[in-house]
T-cell receptor, first 117, second 115 residues
Framework: GAVVSQHPSRVICKSGTSVKIECRSL??????MFWYRQFPKQSLMLMAT?????????EQGVEKDKFLINHASLTLSTLTVTSAHPEDSSFYIC?????????????FGDGTRLSIL | GENVEQHPSTLSVQEGDSAVIKCTYS??????FPWYKQELGKRPQLIID?????GEKKDQRIAVTLNKTAKHFSLHITETQPEDSAVYFC??????????????FGTGTRLTVIP
């Protein structure tokens, strides 16, 4: 149980393209989803917290107009990297926390490796 | 908020030897401490966790210890195998943090088990 599906797993696209990444909780409902960015050999950096039915909460230094987050249902959150540039190339990972409060565990997706040419 | 530090950043051991990774946290209110294993290009996977009412927990070759007074916790892997090679992250959950995110990660330890 507690499977989180993230798509696509890999994206290679030209500079200026917008890229959408989906995060789905397959067998549970997630009030809250988290989006992380991970550079090579570094830890998970929280970008934003996505709450179903409300606006996302962005961490300091993360541009909300650059990284658009939508959490339209209890099983789906999307991250759109708008007008992507080479510096946006990274590994993006989502995680989902089940309904039930802040003490529920987080379950991670497989990640999306984004490469901007 | 919570600040989690993790050491060492890299660790190489011979197959069969033990590996120990240590983490410290700053907020004494933190009450849950999971450990994640991440293989290259894959998702972090929860391998073991411990709650603040327990001092030690073991699962086969993996064990975690918690010292609440000193605010540190450690991951112990015994009889290491090449497939244990990965990056390991510790984390601490702070129930007093406002906002939805209350899980804070360490900086990671790259473990290499040499056959």
């Amino acid at each position: 149980g507690a499977v989180v599906s993230q798509h696509p797993s890999r994206v290679i696209c030209k500079s200026g393209t917008s890229v959408k990444i989906e995060c789905r909780s397959l067998d549970f409902q997630a009030t809250t989803m988290f989006w992380y960015r991970q550079f090579p050999k570094q830890s998970l950096m929280l970008m934003a917290t996505s709450n179903e039915g409300s606006k996302a909460t962005y961490e300091q230094g993360v541009e909300k107009d650059k990284f658009l987050i939508n959490h339209a249902s209890l099983t789906l959150s999307t991250l759109t990297v708008t007008s992507a540039h080479p510096e946006d190339s990274s590994f993006y990972i989502c995680s989902a926390r089940a309904v039930g409060g802040r003490n529920q565990p987080q379950h991670f997706g497989d990640g999306t490796r984004l490469s901007i040419l | 908020g919570e600040n989690v530090e993790q050491h060492p950043s890299t660790l190489s051991v011979q197959e069969g030897d033990s590996a120990v990774i240590k983490c410290t946290y700053s907020d004494s209110a933190s009450n849950y401490f999971p450990w994640y294993k991440q293989e290259l290009g894959k998702r972090p996977q929860l391998i073991i966790d411990i709650r603040s009412n327990v001092g030690e927990k073991k699962d086969q070759r993996i064990a975690v210890t918690l010292n609440k007074t000193a605010k540190h916790f450690s991951l112990h892997i015994t009889e290491t195998q090449p497939e244990d090679s990965a990056v390991y992250f510790c984390a601490a959950r702070d129930p007093d943090v406002t906002g939805a995110n209350n899980l804070f990660f360490g900086t990671g330890t790259r473990l290499t088990v040499i056959p």
